[in-house]
């Protein structure tokens, strides 16, 4: 047994084995930014960018790779602009037009007739042209074409960078902005050309603090201010903006830390004139302003609508500065002169009803009624007249009454869930249940005229007073306090 073991042994040892396949090293794939870099290098050792393509060469050659890969760059080149791309897959557009932008901005030459050749001039193996080179900016201008296209169509250059057609050109434009304030890496003379051209253009590098910013240059130009009012802007957006800015501001007064206004924002804002303190003085001179409104009125004979994009700011602020002046209020701007040199031109000071003294004190009282407050006049009406219908639209001492009725009940469909403009509010539990045990009538929809005191509200009479109980006719209303304040 033991000599049949070895035996066995001696067998195993001796058993044949394939040999191992002699295993062909993979050649490395050379990148595009390495590709790049031999343009560069040839480009030092020729002093041009017309490269010889494949042509006459064997595969052995050592300039054959580049060459081979020079004609797909200048048929990448003829494709793009012929519409043969797509977005997906091996010809992906975004990607080739990037390539196409960088070789552009070395130099490349991209062949005569848009790449459809060999590129004239070539003479020699060693790529000495014999006529100019063919180097153009055709990416360029196409690329600068699509931006001010963009801008028509949205009112902006903010492209986002899943744009189909310029994410990643804006994506890279905002790459070179960020090397440029950093510092760290120089960019080329065409690099800073391009990053200056677009900032002139009005490209946002910074996304929607440059379209802001562009927004609150046209608000300066078109009204000669530099603070634009939080409450009464023309756009309600940029008014939030700009009071935004100023909170930063003040914090970095105040030797805090602030995340949104960099440096570079800190820049813009000042070269752009915004006004960072809240008292900011006119830029535009005023003469200015009286002179175009005196053009105007010689033109049409009459004042500018409040609504003119470019007067109709400081019309309304001449009227405000006029009122304060008549109010007694110090601070009206409105100096003997200036009312003088208006008077002379016609311009209506007044325009409309003015509100009365009183009027405006009930206002100012009015706003500033809690809810309990409110709650304890509903009370009181209802233990006057009855009946717990307030009318709601009304002009008489009841007005602010009417509207806090009719704003609780469209608070209240919002605490059931339902669907109702948030402007409106939405009633607290404990708001519901008080205004439940006062006796609130939240639906009301079912009374057409205000009942007579102590009279029983679902028995139509034709004397009463009429009421009409139209929560639309509420919801459209432009009511001037807040019921809830």
């Known amino acids: 047994g033991e000599e049949g073991n070895a035996n066995d042994s001696a067998y195993e040892s001796d058993e044949w084995t394939p040999p191992e396949k002699e295993v062909t090293p993979q050649k490395k794939k050379i990148t595009f930014e390495e590709r790049v870099k031999l343009c560069q290098a040839f480009k030092v050792n020729n002093g041009h960018l017309n490269i010889p393509t494949s042509k006459n060469k064997a595969k052995g050659d050592d300039d054959y790779g580049l060459g081979k890969w020079v004609e797909t760059m200048r048929r990448n080149y003829r494709a793009f602009f012929n519409g043969e791309l797509v977005n997906k897959g091996r010809n992906n557009k975004q990607v080739i037009g990037y390539q196409l932008e960088v070789l552009e901005e070395i130099g490349f030459d991209f062949g005569s007739n848009g790449g459809n050749e060999e590129a004239e001039g070539t003479s020699s193996e060693q790529g000495t042209p014999t006529q100019k080179v063919n180097v153009t900016r055709r990416v360029w201008e196409y690329r600068v074409a699509q931006c001010r296209q963009f801008k028509v169509e949205n009112g902006h250059m903010n492209i986002h960078h899943s744009d189909q057609e310029l994410g990643n050109f804006a994506s890279r434009m905002r790459a070179l902005y960020n090397r440029r304030l950093e510092g760290k890496e120089p960019l080329t003379q065409v690099e800073k050309d391009k990053v200056r051209y677009l900032d002139e253009l009005g490209f946002a590098f910074d996304g929607k603090f440059d379209v802001n910013l562009q927004k609150f240059m046209e608000f300066k130009q078109r009204t000669g201010e530099s603070k634009v009012p939080q409450k009464h802007a023309p756009d309600k957006k940029l008014g939030t903006w700009a009071a935004h800015v100023r909170q930063e501001n003040n914090k970095l007064n105040r030797g805090e830390k602030s995340d949104y206004l960099t440096a570079d924002r800190l820049r813009k804002l000042a070269t752009a004139g915004f006004a960072f303190s809240e008292k900011a003085q006119r830029e535009t001179p005023w003469e200015e302003y009286f002179d175009k409104l005196s053009a105007y009125r010689a033109e049409h004979g009459k004042d500018p609508p409040t609504s003119h ?70 009370v009181a009406w209802k233990e ?9 639209v009304t002009p008489g001492e009841d007005k602010h009454l009417g509207r806090w009725v009719a704003k609780q009940r469209l608070a209240y469909k919002a605490f059931q869930g339902k669907e109702v403009s948030k402007k409106y509010g939405k009633l607290t539990a404990e708001q519901a249940l008080k205004l439940s045990q006062a006796g609130f009538a939240f639906e009301a929809s079912h ?39």
């Not at 009312?339 to 325009?351: D, N, P, T």
């Open 447 to 485: 009374i057409r005229r205000t009942p007579k005191d102590n009279v029983d509200a679902t028995k139509p009479n034709e004397d009463q007073e009429y009421e009409q109980q139209n929560e639309l006719e509420w919801a459209n209303y432009e009511h001037s306090a807040d019921p809830f304040v």
């Open 384 to 392: 006057k007249h009855g009946h717990p219908y307030v009318p709601t």
């Open 309 to 378: 994009p470019e007067m109709g700011y400081w019309i309304t602020k001449q009227r405000a500065y006029y009122n304060k002046k008549v109010d007694g209020d110090p601070k009206h701007y409105m100096t003997d002169e200036r009312e003088e040199k208006l008077r002379s031109i016609g311009f209506v000071f007044q325009a409309g009803s003015r509100m009365s003294e009183e009027h405006r004190a009930s206002m100012r009282a009015g706003l500033k009624k809690t809810f309990d407050d409110r709650l304890a006049e509903f």
